[in-house]
């Protein structure tokens, strides 16, 4: 039964490396992950088949980009060879290996250079880091490290790649409808206040504070600023005191809807008090 599985899964490798030979990894790597000023100089398996190491070098005549100040910059020698670990193909791994240039830049100094492919330190490229992020969202970190023959360490620093990149590139504006929410957790009290964005074909949960306070809601404008806050046309929320108190102050030239299953309360509670 050994035997079967051994000539099997050797039969699966030798097709596997047929398609990839007949498809050109290089050409493959070309088409979808192609970078200007760097070739893929050739590919070939590990010593146990396991793995494809795919070398890259700088195309003749272009520049290294200094990872300081992303300038092009002179070149200043060479690192020992560096490998980056790519999305797998058919469960094999992919790696690049690159010696990475260091540059003489006048304004940051000796420098190592930086890669379109890398971010730092990371020992993934981008694109796997992307990958596997995205897997993430979808299924738990183990399961994700599971199906793709991974680490949880790695699908972890990958997610926090993304999530970084995420928090420095994230735009609030333009906001012109918010909504303010709370919710209760745990047991007791507790609670959270949330801010969505509920502009038209645009919903997005834009901050999440604790407490319902005013202090607390009033944090959330100070991180929009005043400008953004003044651009405001429209705030739904309920009747909570602290937030129509700090809608009034913040928002005053929004035009401020209340959630209708509160005024029907109010309104009950009106009548009762008129009945009684
Ligand atoms: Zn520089």
Redesign the pocket.
Known sequence: MAATALVARFMLEVFVWKIVRAMELITILNHCHHHPGFVYQRDRFGPDKKFIEVRVRPRAGSRAI?S??H?P?PGYDHLPERCFEFIPIWGILVFFLYRMRR?H?H??GI?VEEVPWGDGKHQLTRAYMLFLARWARRLSWKETAEAFHTSWDKVCDAVEFVVTWGLEHRTLAPIRAIGVDEIQYARGHKYLTLVYQIDQGFTRLLWIGQERTTESFQRFFTLIGTELASQIEFVCSDMWQPYLKVIRQKCSQALHILDRFHIVAKMNEALDDVRA
């Open positions: 200094c300081g100040c300038q910059a540059v830049c304004t940051c420098v």
